[in-house]
């Protein structure tokens, strides 16, 4: 892993500290400009996740060459940052100790991603509804997994079955450098396309589909993530791992865990149960 893991956590407040840079320097392409977005309550128009010139980096910082204190004001972005803080501390005081983790979990604002009437609860540690009968995962549940599946390494390409609202996309943003995410539900397509649109992120590539399939044609996988859980992991996604990767997804009906799966070989896995979960089910097709 490169030295650049130590810039996180990612401090808005060092943002908002930033003045007198020049007005000329390019936009941040980063959880910052949600933030400024939110504070003026529109949506940016242009098309979402346009190809850009790779960065060399890794993963995707923002270099704050703008301060958003003249939109946003610092009591505002300090008491978002306090609290997300807050609920970083308690997912951290369950167990998730990578730090890289930790800081994606800080810098992406939560609130965004779930409805207005829902925002005094977007920090606490629990899954929210989001429309047709889906939910944003918890963060805790969303660190764990995340935390598994890099298992301190560091991750070119992942895939994440079941976008939602986008929330997870965005985290995984920040620990690998290449985001697959498929959802099988058009109208939450359009949701994360619309949340993650104003944050500009350039490593997210969104996909409308059936997510038992995964994506055959960009695969192999460093790591894959499933939000939704089935009987049993599709075939074809175990295919779709390279080898040495791992895949981490709800496993079970009414009573589920959390299921690690390694590929160790051409045509050999190893799977190990690790905790109780709860997620909505697995399905298959489109709607």
């Known amino acids: ?156 390409k992942v895939l994440e079955i079941g976008t939602g609202c986008g929330y997870q996309a965005a985290v995984l943003s920040l620990v690998a450098k290449e985001v697959y995410s498929i959802e099988r539900i058009k109208a939450l397509h359009e949701l994360a396309k619309e949340n993650l649109r104003p944050m500009r992120i350039p490593n997210i590539r969104l996909h409308y589909g059936d997510g038992m399939l995964g994506l055959p044609q960009v695969a192999p996988f460093d790591g894959i993530i499933l939000a939704a859980a089935g009987m049993e992991v599709p075939q074809a996604l175990l295919l779709q791992l390279r080898i040495g990767g791992r895949l981490i997804a709800p496993v079970g009906g009414r009573h589920q865990s959390l299921q690690l799966i390694e590929r160790i070989g051409q045509n050999e896995w190893n799977s190990t149960s690790l905790e109780h979960c709860h997620f909505v089910p697995l399905h298959q097709g489109v709607v």
């Open 1 to 156: 892993m490169t030295t650049k893991e130590k810039r996180f956590p990612l401090s808005l407040a060092s943002v908002v500290e930033q003045r007198g840079k020049s007005s000329s320097q390019a936009a941040t392409a980063m959880p910052q400009t949600a933030v400024k977005n939110a504070a003026n309550h529109t949506l940016s128009k242009s098309p979402v996740f346009a190809p850009t010139k790779k960065s060399s980096g890794f993963p995707f910082l923002p270099d704050h060459g703008k301060s958003i204190h003249s939109t946003v004001p610092r009591t505002e972005v300090m008491v978002s940052e306090k609290i997300r803080q807050a609920m970083v501390a308690r997912v951290a005081q369950q167990g998730v100790r990578d730090q890289l983790v930790l800081g994606a979990l800080e810098a992406i604002p939560r609130h965004m991603f779930i409805e207005p009437g829902l925002s005094s609860q977007a920090y606490i540690d629990a899954s929210l509804p989001i429309g047709h009968h889906q939910t944003i995962s918890q963060p805790y549940i969303v660190a764990r997994m995340t935390e598994i599946m890099r298992n301190g390494k560091a991750l070119d």
